[in-house]
């Protein structure tokens, strides 16, 4: 793959930072009986596919919704009451950022699971954009006068609380600041961060791109019990629960694994195998 190839795969995504890493990794053109990378077809779908931007739209068109009719409930009250203002609580990565320009910096490296230093650099070159649709999605709900918190787990050292700032600045979203910001870098439970905030405010709905986004007692090693725990949940998805795609990494990966980012190995691809098949539960 030409330097000039590997470029492209970041357009509109950075500059010289990220086009560096690109053009820095190996060939990504696999030649006759190589293996091909086993995330080849989950990221040509995060690529290309008009669904999946759509599905991102049909859930801040329905967060949308949501907030006009929270709105639309609130009464004048009497006197000396006063109510919490509304807000929402959102994931980060890849619920309003995107990953995608990630996805294609590592298949273009030949790696065959998530990659961590991988990930810290391209996170430090504020590689993320934003999903299809964040970026207006939170401006709205900024002048309608409802909050967004973001609740995140990522862990870049001491300067993760920054880093994640700046991405969310540099992709153009409300609220990007420290009052509403909060990172987990030692835990992936966001539940005693999001009670503090539903403590002050009136939560109209949470966002994110994983079952563990919502609520903390999905984080199982089952495929068959996250599905039936989400199953038993099922009438807060597209109330107070907006599920966004991501067929790349997540919890789903750790129902399967046991290990959210796994790491690459003849067992690894064996098993995400039997997973494809139906054979893991």
Do not use: C
């Amino acid at each position: 793959m030409s330097d000039l190839r590997r470029r492209s795969l970041l357009t509109g995504v950075a500059g010289g930072t990220l086009a560096a890493m690109a053009a820095a990794a190996p060939r990504a053109n696999a030649a006759a009986g190589e293996v091909q990378n086993i995330f080849s077809a989950a990221v040509a779908w995060r690529q290309t596919a008009a669904e999946r931007d759509m599905l991102y739209i049909q859930g801040f068109n329905l967060a949308k919704a949501r907030l006009d009719a929270a709105l639309a409930r609130r009464r004048p009250h009497g006197h000396g009451r006063r109510r919490k203002k509304l807000a929402f609580i959102s994931d980060i990565d890849d619920t309003v950022l995107d990953s995608n320009s990630y996805w294609a910096l590592l298949l273009a490296a030949g790696k065959q699971a998530f990659d961590d230093p991988l990930w810290d650099e391209w996170v430090a070159a504020n590689g993320p954009t934003a999903t299809p649709g964040a970026v207006d999605f939170t401006h709205y709900a900024k002048r309608r006068g409802v909050q967004i918190f973001y609740v995140s787990s990522r862990d870049q050292g001491d300067n993760t609380q920054k880093y994640g700032l700046a991405n969310l600045r540099h992709a153009g979203l409300a609220y990007a600041d420290d009052a509403h910001v909060t990172i987990l870098r030692d835990s992936s439970n966001k539940e005693p961060a999001q009670q503090a905030i539903a403590a002050k405010y009136d939560v109209i709905a949470y966002l994110g791109d994983n079952l563990n986004d919502f609520r903390r007692r999905y984080y199982v090693n089952s495929v068959t019990e996250r599905k039936k725990l989400a199953m038993e949940d099922a009438r807060h998805f597209g109330s107070d629960y907006i599920l966004f795609p991501n067929n790349t990494d997540g919890h789903w990966l750790k129902a399967i694994f046991g290990d959210s980012e796994p790491p690459d190995s003849p067992e690894y691809r064996r098993r995400m195998l039997l997973a494809a098949l139906g054979k893991v539960n």
